[in-house]
């Protein structure tokens, strides 16, 4: 499987470590991101650079896209030089970006129309377990196809579990990130009411850390309130298009709602910044 060549597509916060992963992995990679700039890095890591994803999926069997949202998606399948018009046959694509199930679920058709298959594989974990090979993948699409990129998603996650059809993987990582921004709102409303009574910042989370309710998170979010430091690891402007997603696919519940809402309204100010700036908005 090591001589299965990968073509990548978005070198941004999470696809640079996760291409890297694979280039660590030994697995010859190629990659296309639409800046130029970014791609130097990794030719020196000893990736090969396409110029169009139309030439990468010539060259490669396996292509992966970390992308931002269904835009990209579109512009990268169905653009001028888009992978659609290589008129390739027997590719593997997967499109690990948060992105809507429906837009899977379209691509997932085009791509076997041209003898071409397509999994959804969106992640859970942000730059730190991109960096370790730690990400949780949650895949959408055939079962046999799945099982024969396994190995190569095991290289980026700790665990790469099939979910259902098409969109499947999607659906899963919306759920999953509807919690994260009740758990991101969670933490700053309990940081802001701790604070108005007296409590500091450094105490309560000193607390958190150390009770049932502790996790993972807390501890990294926590560090970012204290230290005053909200350079984007997830960028708000993700989890309001997120969100903005889970809603269209139906999250109405009473919690889905506020934080819907809380993100919507703090993506103008805040978007570029992390999840937890969101604190800022709610001060
Ligand atoms: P990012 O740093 O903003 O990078 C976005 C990438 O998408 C860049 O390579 C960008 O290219 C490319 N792109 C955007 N629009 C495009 C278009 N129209 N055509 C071609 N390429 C386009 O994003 P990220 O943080 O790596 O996140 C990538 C995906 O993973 C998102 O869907 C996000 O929700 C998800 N995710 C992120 C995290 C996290 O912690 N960061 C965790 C889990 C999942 P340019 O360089 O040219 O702008």
């Known amino acids: ?136 993948i949650m895949v959408g699409g055939d079962d046999e196809i799945f099982q024969k990129v396994k190995a190569v998603l095991e290289k980026l996650g700790k665990l790469a579990i099939r979910v259902g059809d098409s969109g499947a993987g999607n659906s899963a990582k919306l759920a999953v990130n509807t919690l994260l921004g009740f758990h991101a709102q969670g933490l700053a409303e309990a940081v802001i009411f701790a604070n108005k009574n007296g409590i500091s910042t450094e105490d309560l989370m000193t607390v958190i850390n150390n009770s049932a309710i502790g996790n993972v998170f807390g501890k990294i979010k926590g560090e970012a309130i204290i230290n005053d430091n909200y350079q984007a690891a997830f960028a708000l402007k993700h989890i309001a298009k997120d969100l903005r997603l889970a809603k269209a696919e139906g999250l109405d519940t009473p919690l889905g709602e506020t934080v819907y809402k809380t993100f919507q309204q703090a993506e103008s100010g805040f978007g570029e910044e992390d999840i937890i700036a969101v604190i800022k908005q709610l001060k």
């Not at 010539?58 to 659609?84: E, H, N, P, W, Y």
């Not at 691509?107 to 071409?116: T, V």
């Not at 397509?118 to 090979?133: F, H, I, N, R, T």
């Open 1 to 136: 499987m090591n001589n299965t060549k990968i073509g990548w597509i978005g070198l941004g916060k999470m696809g640079i470590p996760m291409s890297r992963q694979l280039i660590k992995a030994g697995f010859p990679v190629t990659v296309f991101n639409r800046s130029k700039n970014k791609e130097k890095d990794l030719k020196e890591a000893g990736a090969e650079i396409a110029s169009t994803p139309a030439e990468l999926i010539q060259q490669t069997d396996v292509i992966i896209m970390m992308v931002s949202d269904d835009q990209a998606i579109r512009d990268i399948f169905s653009g001028d030089k888009g992978l659609l018009r290589a008129g390739t046959h027997g590719k593997i694509i997967i499109n690990m970006s948060t992105v809507s199930p429906a837009i899977s679920k379209e691509f997932a058709g085009l791509c076997k129309n041209q003898e071409n298959d397509y999994l959804d594989a969106p992640v859970s974990g942000s730059v730190k377990q991109a960096e370790e090979g730690q990400l949780v």
